[in-house]
């Protein structure tokens, strides 16, 4: 896909992608999120991402929300381990309106107190409802076992002790720390030329000041393995296993995503869902997960059962994972999964808002944008041989972490 980058002599780059449609989306990404948290400040960068929309220094809160909304657009933001993102779509004649709204809310907000006491009662009961899900804060658990004692592995809501201590001085000193003009992207998907959005773009970022940034960031260490159980008040067992796994850098991230998907990835079709559902009935919901990260990754495989078949799911999984070990894909099935997994990711870009962030992180992890075709041919250049190795590695048992939550009784 074509695309054109501008940066600004702050460091912040423009990123723009023609598109003939009606409808525009248009992102701006930090790359900072809860693993530049202290210790003690757990959930500070999601809780920044909430505060941005209650009061900048010429909007209140309905001003903020009404800005875009009031002309049929989408407002949203997330928070992850390593970006904040703040997004939008919209229709084409509101791109200047959008990008002065971003500017606002992320270099203009106030904080002021009143607002900071009414969104930590918001994110605590986020946080209630959040531990509610046991299929969602397992992993969060799982993530504390395997990242143990390092920042990846915390919450990236917080705890209810660590979000009712941040303070104004808390946000203001983060931001600083972290909102680094050189690793900012704000993107751009439409149907303008660069031009008009080189100039909309400088017009509202060239006098955000440089605030360059230096690697700080550490690597987590390898954590033992752990395999723990734990009894919850809740009617299905629930259960994680995984391992740290590659970087968004590592020569494997791409044989890793293809084996991800072909074991337990996307799709009815995968080979942990027809022979663990499918087959023996035995979980109503069973996945496996990779994201890499820009230092790390984590591999991960999810199943919730009923207490009773929890053993026998183990057995069938560890099963599948010594049969894709000890026989090596042959070239027909290797190929199929690439063409599974090329097919998925094309149709994935028609989710434009979607495409739009994911090339803005691209440009920011990797200082580039792989076209599709390019993407296609990493995928295409993975071997059987690859394959195997990854799979001797990431599926060997005693590699494994794991954590169960069990129902009580």
């Not at 183990?314 to 994972?321: R, T, V």
């Amino acid at each position: 896909m074509e695309y054109n980058v501008h940066t600004l002599p702050n460091g912040i780059r423009l990123l723009h992608v023609p598109s003939a449609s009606a409808i525009s989306h248009a992102c701006i990404i930090v790359n900072s999120g809860s693993r530049d948290e202290k210790e003690d400040q757990a959930g500070l960068a999601h809780f920044i991402e909430h505060l941005i929309f209650k009061r900048t220094e010429k909007r209140n809160t309905n001003q903020i929300l009404n800005r875009l909304e009031s002309v049929g657009a989408d407002l949203n933001a997330y928070t992850t381990k390593e970006y904040t993102c703040i997004h939008a779509s919209f229709l084409n004649p509101y791109l200047d309106r959008t990008l002065e709204l971003f500017n606002d809310i992320v270099f203009h907000s106030i904080f002021p107190e009143d607002e900071m006491d009414k969104e930590k009662s918001v994110v605590l009961d986020e946080i209630a409802s959040y531990l509610d899900q046991p299929e969602e804060a397992i992993y969060d658990d799982f993530e504390d076992l395997v990242f143990e004692g390092h920042a990846l592995g915390r919450n990236i809501l917080g705890t209810t002790e660590s979000v009712s201590g941040i303070t104004k001085k808390d946000i203001l000193q983060f931001i600083k720390n972290n909102y680094h003009t050189d690793r900012i992207v704000i993107a751009v998907l439409g149907n303008y030329g660069l031009n008009k959005v080189v100039k909309i773009g400088t017009k509202h970022y060239s006098d955000i000041p440089a605030n360059l940034h230096t690697p700080s960031r550490i690597a987590p260490e390898k954590a033992p393995i752990v395999i723990k159980t734990l009894n919850k008040p809740i009617q299905q067992a629930h259960a994680v296993l995984g391992m740290q796994a590659y970087s968004l850098h590592h020569p494997y991230k791409t044989g890793l995503l293809l084996l991800n998907n072909l074991l337990g990835g996307t799709g009815m079709s995968s080979i942990l869902n027809l022979q663990i559902r499918e087959k023996y009935g035995i979980a109503y919901t069973i996945e496996s997960g990779y994201s890499p990260l820009s230092d790390t990754g984590i591999f991960t495989l999810y199943f919730g059962t009923d207490k009773e078949k929890v053993d026998k799911a183990w057995s069938l999984i560890f099963k599948e994972f010594r049969k894709i070990k000890d026989h090596p894909l042959t070239e027909v099935q290797l190929q199929k999964a690439k063409n599974k997994f090329i097919g998925q990711i094309a149709l994935g870009e028609e989710n434009r808002i979607g495409l739009i962030i994911s090339m803005a992180k691209s440009l920011i992890d990797y200082d580039r944008i792989d076209d599709l075709q390019t993407v296609f041919n990493k995928i295409q250049q993975v071997s059987t041989t690859d394959i195997a190795n990854i799979a001797n590695e990431m599926l060997d048992e005693s590699n494994l972490s794991a954590l169960t939550f069990y129902p009580l009784g």
